[in-house]
C-alpha cells in the first residue's frame, strides 16, 4: 500500500496503523485461530463448571443417604477423590468404633476387628490435604481407638492425646483428652487393661426354651413347671383329644316323701280353701281309759248326720251314750 497522492499518509496516526496493519497482515489466520481456541476454551470451562456442581450435588446426595458404615465405605469405594470423601471415612471409622465398643465385652474378637477397622479409616482420612475439621475429628478417634485396644502399654494412647492437642489446642475434645492422659499416667489404670486384654468373651447361643419350659423372670430355669411333652402326654390332654359321648343312663326322678299318718299330702299349688260349715256337734260323755280321736287338720264338708272321727287302730271305740231321745 503506497503513502503516496493520499492525505492520510501526511497524519502520524494514519501513518502508525499503516504500519501495523502491514505488520499484522501475515499473521492474520493464526490471530483468529487464537480467538477461536479462546472463546472454544471459555465455553469448555463453562461446561465443566457446570457439570462439575451437578456431580458434586450428586456426590453430597449419595453421601447423606448413608446410614451404616458399610454405606460409607461403599461410598468411599465410588468416589475415592470427591469432597465427601474424607467425611465418609471418617464417619465409617466412627461407626466401626461404636460397634467394637458395644461388642468388647460378648464377643471380644468381632470388637477387635471394628476397632482396627476404625483405625484404618482414621488414618486414611488424615493423609493429604485434610481439612481441619477432619483433622480434628480422625486424631480425637484414633487415640479412642487405640485406648480401647491398649493392651498395657498407655505410652502410646498418651501420644494420640497429646497430638490432639497440640494441633487443636482449643479443640471440642479438650477436656476429655485432658481427663485422659491424667488417668493414663497411673500404673493401676495400665494394670487394668493389661488385665481386660487378656478376657476373652464370646457370644453365647441364644437362650432356648428348654423344651418348652417358658422361662419366667426371677425363676431360674422357669421353675418347676411341667413340660410341653408331658402336659400333651398327659391323661388330661387325651380325654380333651376325645369327642365327649352323652350320658345313656336315665336321670334319676326326684324323690318324693310320703305323707305321714294323720297328714294330709302336700299340695304343690295352693288349693282354694271348701266353705266352712257349721256341723251340729253331740256332747259324748267322757269315759277314763278312753282318748278321743284326732281331729282332722282340715275342715270336711257339711254331712247330714255328724259321727265322730275314726280312731286309729289298735284303739277302743268310745261307747255310744244314749240320748234323751232314746229314754224317751
Known amino acids: ?65 448413608c446410614r451404616t458404615a458399610a454405606d460409607y465405605e461403599t461410598f468411599v469405594e465410588d468416589f475415592p477423590a470427591s469432597p465427601a470423601t474424607s467425611w465418609a471415612r471418617v464417619e465409617a471409622a466412627r461407626q466401626r468404633m461404636i460397634d467394637g465398643y458395644r461388642l468388647s465385652l460378648t464377643n471380644r474378637s468381632d470388637s477387635v476387628k471394628g476397632l482396627k477397622k476404625a ?53 471440642y475434645y479438650k477436656k476429655w483428652a485432658e481427663h485422659r492422659i491424667e488417668l493414663l499416667g497411673k500404673p493401676e489404670t495400665g494394670e487394668f487393661y493389661a488385665w481386660y486384654a487378656k478376657q476373652d468373651p464370646k457370644p453365647t447361643d441364644r437362650p432356648a426354651p428348654q423344651d418348652g419350659r417358658p422361662i419366667i423372670p426371677g425363676i431360674p430355669g422357669g421353675g418347676d413347671l411341667p413340660k410341653l411333652d408331658d402336659i400333651f402326654s398327659s391323661d388330661l390332654m387325651k380325654e380333651l383329644k376325645e369327642p365327649v359321648k352323652p350320658d345313656s343312663s336315665k336321670p334319676e326322678a326326684p324323690k ?66 244314749a240320748t234323751d231321745a232314746k229314754k224317751e
Open 1 to 65: 500500500m503506497k503513502a503516496d497522492g493520499n492525505p492520510l499518509a501526511q497524519n502520524e496516526l494514519g501513518r502508525r496503523l499503516t504500519t501495523w496493519s502491514e505488520r499484522i497482515e501475515p499473521h492474520t489466520n493464526k490471530i483468529l485461530a487464537g480467538l477461536l481456541a479462546i472463546t472454544v476454551g471459555v465455553v469448555l470451562v463453562m461446561v465443566l463448571r457446570r457439570a462439575g456442581a451437578a456431580n458434586t450435588a450428586k456426590v453430597w446426595t449419595e453421601f447423606y443417604e
Open 119 to 171: 483405625q484404618e479409616h482414621f488414618r486414611a482420612a488424615l493423609q493429604g490435604d485434610a481439612p481441619p475439621e477432619i483433622r480434628e475429628r480422625a486424631l480425637a478417634g484414633l487415640a479412642m481407638a487405640e485406648e480401647a485396644l491398649c493392651s498395657g502399654d498407655t505410652k502410646p494412647v498418651v501420644e494420640g492425646y497429646k497430638k490432639l492437642l497440640q494441633e487443636f489446642p482449643e479443640t
Open 256 to 321: 318324693t316323701e310320703a305323707p305321714k299318718p294323720g297328714e294330709e299330702p302336700k299340695a304343690d299349688a295352693p288349693k282354694a280353701d271348701a266353705p266352712k260349715t257349721d256341723a251340729p256337734k253331740t256332747d259324748a260323755p267322757k269315759t277314763e281309759g278312753d282318748k278321743p280321736a284326732a281331729a282332722p287338720e282340715l275342715p270336711k264338708p257339711e254331712k247330714t248326720d255328724a259321727s265322730p272321727a275314726t280312731p286309729p287302730k289298735g284303739e277302743e271305740k268310745p261307747a255310744e251314750p
